[in-house]
């Protein structure tokens, strides 16, 4: 188990795990698993961890976003009352998070980060997101990873 994964059973919220085998030569993670579990990519979300700067508390922070899409780091900023938001540093993310890069979860992070949600999930019945090691995914409600994660709900994500 993953802490993803016990977080969810601790706190008793309805979801489904779905594995699959992880090629090392994927491209990109988001997009594997949309291809090895046949589901429809809108509802597949990547988990990105990124630097806020701008105040006098510059953090960090996760932002939540369909892996069909790029993360609109303005956008980002905006929704997180910042300046300035940019890619985390790898290690950071790892050290921050207790999770590999390409199975970054939003949930059971080692340290708990202020999160952002794309609107799109909203539309949508169920969400996968990855449940915090490479070819392991969750589905669950939206509104249960928004409630979970107290995380906002804005227009993050471009094309």
Known sequence: ????????????????????????????????????????????????????????????ATAIVPVTHKLDLKAMARACNMKKAQMAEPLVVERTTGYVLGGVSPLGQKRRLPSVLDSSAEQLPTVFVSAGKR?????????????LLDAKLASIATP
Request: net charge negative; charged share 20%; aromatic share 4%.
């Open 135 to 147: 070819g392991l995914e969750i589905e669950l409600a939206p509104l249960a990873l928004q409630q």
């Open 1 to 60: 188990m993953t802490p993803a994964i016990n977080l969810l059973q601790k706190r008793k919220i309805e979801h489904t795990i779905h594995s699959y085998t992880h090629d090392s030569a994927a491209s990109t993670y988001g997009l594997e698993a949309v291809e090895k579990l046949g589901v429809d990519a809108a509802c597949v979300f990547k988990t990105l961890v990124v630097a806020l700067s701008g105040t006098q508390n510059d953090q960090l």
